[in-house]
């Protein structure tokens, strides 16, 4: 954007009550804290990973001459990218979709991991229950929770 339509598309935001937008940081980075668990923070890295792979293909379509390395086929993705073979995109999808899944499979086991509760439906220890659950940030439901007639 020009900078004159940024100083209007900023006076606009500041008639209209709104804060001007900054300039963004060049390679800003998101740090996740020290209240973060490790295994919650490899987790998040390995998306990170992920994105960042997707990221980069599209950015490599956008201007192929910034790529570099081989695919497994031989091709360099520079050719890949600049004839518009959609096979690069479609690796990258795969191998995202792929991570991503193995990560939710391993937050959904992690979340499972409950004891069993043995109250009733409705009654104060598995409401108790579901709500240590909860605030552990597991599933509040369980697959081996008994009903006791």
């Not at 804290?33 to 960042?52: C, E, K, S, Y």
């Not at 193995?102 to 009733?120: F, L």
């Not at 409705?122 to 909860?134: F, I, L, N, Q, T």
Request: aromatic share 2%.
């Amino acid at each position: 954007m020009p900078r004159r339509a940024a100083k209007l598309d900023d006076s606009r935001k500041a008639a209209a009550g709104r804060r001007p937008s900054r300039p963004v940081a060049g390679n800003r980075r998101t740090r996740i804290g020290d209240h973060v668990g490790a295994q919650l923070r490899g987790w998040l890295q390995r998306v990170t990973r992920a994105h960042a792979t997707l990221c980069h293909v599209v950015r490599v379509y956008g201007a192929p001459e910034r790529a570099g390395g081989a695919s497994n086929a031989g091709n360099v993705y520079v050719e890949r990218a600049a004839s518009g073979d959609p096979t690069l995109l479609h690796d990258a999808l795969g191998a995202a979709i792929d991570t991503l899944a193995g990560i939710r499979a391993e937050v959904s086991d992690h979340m499972d991991q409950t004891r069993p509760c043995r109250g009733k439906p409705g009654s104060a220890a598995k409401v108790e229950e579901m709500a240590r659950r909860a605030a552990a940030g597991h599933s509040i439901f369980n697959s081996s929770d008994r009903i006791r007639e």
